[in-house]
């Protein structure tokens, strides 16, 4: 008897997809497993970036 396992590819993970962007230098932060193609903006931890969210802030 052939004991033969068919391995069918197993796509269960997630593709990550999503990208988090720096909305203020365009850098990539990060990505996001997400299911779909998908950019989120936020705004990283440099300091120039930090500087000008305080000042929309102060707005
Ligand atoms: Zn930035």
Known sequence: MNNETINGAQD???NDLGLIICKICYQ???SLPT???KKMYVICDN???IAI???IINE
């Open 28 to 30: 990539v932060v990060g």
């Open 53 to 55: 969210k305080g000042e």
């Open 35 to 37: 299911n779909g193609y």
């Open 47 to 49: 300091e120039n970036c």
């Open 12 to 14: 269960n993970h997630m």
